[in-house]
């Protein structure tokens, strides 16, 4: 490193020493104390260009660049605003989907209302949810940002620190803008990544994208318009009624969160080769990752877990919905196989939330978490089987996938849901749990 200052960073009698020597940050702060930067750049205008990658906000994430990100990657193809017709439908379909569910599920309703979405309307409802799922991994990233730079470099750096984390924010905001920009193009109701994105109860279905992946099928348009309500009507009734779901889910990707950690030499090697006095070079590494967090053995775990109760819902609701379709709809076999496929091949949801926070969507296990809850059902009835969802505890676990087939052989018979029989029947289930 031709520029590398010899003195100590922390020398007062040296006006060119550098604070971040020995950091991460030193090739793009170098010769900081002399007011010069990498190529003869003056430090003002260094930070002038790093300032246009910011705005005010509040939190880790800068969350009015992502939404007007995410708009505009979503409005670079045509985003129609459904009308009264695709509303209709849609309201149609779902309370058709939701009465045959009444026959396949103790579950009741989890609907209160129904919307047909445009894209824009995907990404501003489910915005709240994103910022939920995505602030803890971003907190610390931006923190641990911070944390590699000394305490003397942060003493004499002075509002160069609070730019670097007003950056790291600055770099969420745009990832998380052009992820779910793209997502927006590819999902196709509010539930379609088996995680309640959009406001509680409101069943919503895209009626452009669904539209797209119908034409990819041998089959017609109303029927995977009907399939898919299905499959958004089982999702609200598990997270209506299975009220610890959504904070389980969410401390999962908290879990993750937590154990952040960077690859310090890895962001130095791609520091430099940055032109410190191209502030696209600075976004454009930003975005391709250059603080993307390394996983540790902890985060590897509750990376495990999020993917096993993930797959659990997947293959309750592909259960659920293949009793309800299958002696309806003689394409409703064709249509599982779409959306199985679909759903294990990751696609854009697995990229997009990797991309955001280090975690992947993927429910690997989706057919045995089905072939699980069918077996459960066919043994003991579907009070049985939706029973389990009473309490975490009495979940799955990833070694029961292995032998799904084998799951809850000594589960007692629930022959109804009333209240007091609900009780009873999880009174006996949890009793039959080993003390952990």
């Known amino acids: 490193m031709s520029n590398e200052p ?14 971040f020597k020995g950091t991460p940050f030193e090739q793009i702060f170098a010769n900081l104390g002399s007011g010069a930067g990498l190529g003869g750049m003056d430090l003002s205008a260094m930070m002038g260009q790093l300032q246009q990658l910011m705005q005010p906000y509040d939190g880790p994430v800068n ?13 670079q193809t045509p985003d129609p605003t459904p009308g009264r017709e695709d509303q209709a439908k849609v309201a149609d ?6 009465h045959w ?18 894209r824009a309307d995907w990404i501003e409802e489910t915005t709240a949810v994103w910022r939920v799922l995505v602030e803890p991994v971003a907190e610390h990233v931006v923190g641990a940002m911070g944390e590699a730079i000394p305490e003397e470099a942060k003493a004499m750096a002075g509002p160069l620190i609070g730019m670097i984390g007003k950056a790291g924010g600055a770099m969420f905001g745009s990832q998380v803008g052009q992820a779910l920009g793209g ?7 509010a539930s379609d990544i088996g995680l309640p994105l959009g406001p509680a109860g409101k069943a919503a279905l895209l009626p452009a994208n669904v539209a797209e992946f119908a034409a990819g099928l041998d089959v017609s348009a109303d029927d995977v318009l009907l399939y898919l309500a299905l499959r958004e009507a089982a999702h609200q009734r598990l997270f209506a009624h299975v009220p610890w779901l959504r904070g389980h889910l969410i401390a999962a990707v908290e879990d993750f969160g937590r154990g952040v ?14 032109d410190p006095a191209n502030p696209a070079a600075i976004q454009e590494a930003i975005d391709g990752g250059l603080f993307e967090p390394q996983k540790t053995p902890a985060q590897e775990a509750a990376l495990a877990r999020l993917e096993t109760t993930l797959a659990l819902v997947e293959g309750w609701v592909d259960e659920v919905v293949g009793q309800a379709a299958g002696s309806r709809m003689p394409d409703a076999g064709k ?5 199985r496929r679909r759903r294990a091949a990751g696609g854009p949801a697995e990229e997009t939330f990797a991309a955001l926070v280090g975690l992947e969507l993927r429910p690997r296990r989706l057919r045995d978490a089905s072939a699980l809850w069918g077996s459960l059902r066919t043994r003991q009835g579907h009070e049985a089987r939706d029973a389990v969802w009473a309490h975490p505890d009495l979940l799955p676990t990833a070694a029961d996938l292995d032998d799904p087939l084998g799951f809850r052989e000594d589960m007692p018979d629930v ?7 609900w009780d009873e029947a999880i009174a006996e289930l949890l009793d039959g749990e080993d003390p952990q």
Do not use: F
């Open 415 to 421: 022959p109804s849901l009333s209240d007091e029989a």
């Open 335 to 339: 249509l599982q196989e779409a959306i």
């Open 261 to 274: 950690t960077l690859d310090l030499s890895g962001i130095e090697r791609s520091i430099a080769d940055i």
């Open 63 to 75: 969350w009015n660049l992502a939404v007007d990100t995410a708009r505009k990657v979503s409005a």
């Open 101 to 118: 569910l009444d026959e396949t599920t103790a579950l009741p309703s989890g609907i209160t209302t129904t919307a047909a979405w445009s």
């Open 6 to 19: 010899t003195d100590r960073p922390g020398d007062p009698e040296d006006s060119g020493a550098n604070p």
């Open 183 to 189: 997502l927006a193009g590819d999902v196709l109701t």
């Open 93 to 98: 379909a779902i309370r058709l989907a939701d």
